[in-house]
């Protein structure tokens, strides 16, 4: 195990390295990562990006199973919790990680053998406890690692684990589409004592996008908690739902220190027969698409953005629902 408190990002980028080195990661899968196919709607004004990759499937097969793990996922048939650490050191015996402490709870950084995006990490906590949207650990990943891309998705948006508190980290190729969408509208909301700019996303699924500018750090911390507090009240009293369960959030350093903040607010757990198991969860929403089977290529192929749109539409909210929320923040417009 590696301690690092210097330099993370260093760290990282050489643990990956030899991860790849030794064939924990293979190259193959590294070469897959990086080869996105772009598909745009008939305009050209929208795009999501289409990646094979087979080795998706492996994800949660252990290379030998804990006959004795301290904590196991009830609703999988019991099989031991893949992100805790006794479990990860027995069925996969060759992953290494890097250790950190982020708001007074350690962490270990695992590279993900089957990634989807560069340099992919699922950061797990240490204890086994719930999935839990936690702003304040995912804003402060931000701060120490610039060139990440942090997300988090909730128990019902996705999240592989949700038995355990987690989030992905990854740097990108390219643009992904998420980044370049174009805006519904674009207004400066008070946040407290702070500022921020809203953004309503065009996508077929509501995206609303946080904008802050370079500021100090007590102040932009006051504004991501006053956002984590509105989403708690928000979200409970129009749909009684906990924040916990059904949004993604995708947080990305701009250059400058301006931080996006995206949240995306899903439907009840929604399965699709466009995956083989699961649901779809933050990298559909940043505009990727990774398929494990040559038949599915085809078929997104076929279908091309019309699919996309409507996948994203499968797992909203719906927009009847969504509008108080919309206009609860909208009332902050200054
Ligand atoms: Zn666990």
């Not at 990002?9 to 924990?24: A, C, D, I, P, R």
């Not at 708001?103 to 989807?116: A, V």
């Not at 749909?239 to 009840?268: C, E, F």
């Amino acid at each position: 195990m590696k301690k690092d408190n210097s330099d993370l990002s260093t760290s990282l980028e050489k643990l990956y390295s030899e991860q790849v080195e030794e064939g924990f990661i293979s190259p193959t899968i590294v070469k897959q990562v990086r080869s996105l196919q772009v598909i745009p709607n008939t305009q050209n004004t929208h795009f999501f990006h289409l990646q094979f990759n087979p080795a998706r499937a492996k994800r949660g097969i252990a290379e030998k199973q804990n006959p004795n793990p301290i904590h196991t996922i009830p609703y999988k048939d019991g099989v031991p919790c893949f992100l805790c650490q006794d479990n990860i050191q027995y069925q996969w015996p060759n992953e290494k990680w890097v250790s950190k402490n982020l708001n007074n709870r350690l962490f270990h950084f695992y590279p993900n053998p089957s990634p989807i995006f560069p340099h992919h990490f699922t950061v797990a906590s240490h204890e086994h406890r719930g999935q839990s949207i936690d702003f304040s650990t995912n804003l402060h990943l931000l701060d120490i690692l610039p060139n990440y891309w942090i997300i988090q998705n909730g128990e019902g948006a996705g999240a592989t684990n949700p038995w355990h508190f987690h989030f992905q980290i990854f740097t990108t190729l390219k643009q992904l589409p998420l980044s370049v969408t174009p805006s519904l509208y674009s207004h400066s909301i008070s946040l407290g004592d702070t500022t921020c700019i809203l953004e309503r996303l065009d996508l077929p699924l509501p995206v609303f996008k946080f904008q802050f500018k370079p500021s100090s750090p007590h102040k932009r911390y006051q504004g991501y908690s006053y956002i984590q507090e509105f989403l708690q009240s928000t979200l409970q009293h129009f749909y009684n739902i906990h924040p916990d369960n059904r949004i993604n959030i995708i947080t990305i350093n701009r250059s400058l220190g301006t931080v996006d903040i995206y949240i995306a607010l899903r439907n009840k757990g929604v399965r699709t027969d466009m995956y083989v198991s699961g649901q779809p969860g933050y990298a559909e929403i940043a505009g990727i698409v990774s398929t494990i089977r040559e038949s599915d290529t085809k078929r997104w192929l076929q279908k091309g953005y019309g699919l996309y749109q409507q996948l994203l539409s499968d797992i909203s909210i719906p927009e009847s629902q969504y509008a108080p929320f919309e206009q609860s923040l909208l009332s902050l417009v200054e």
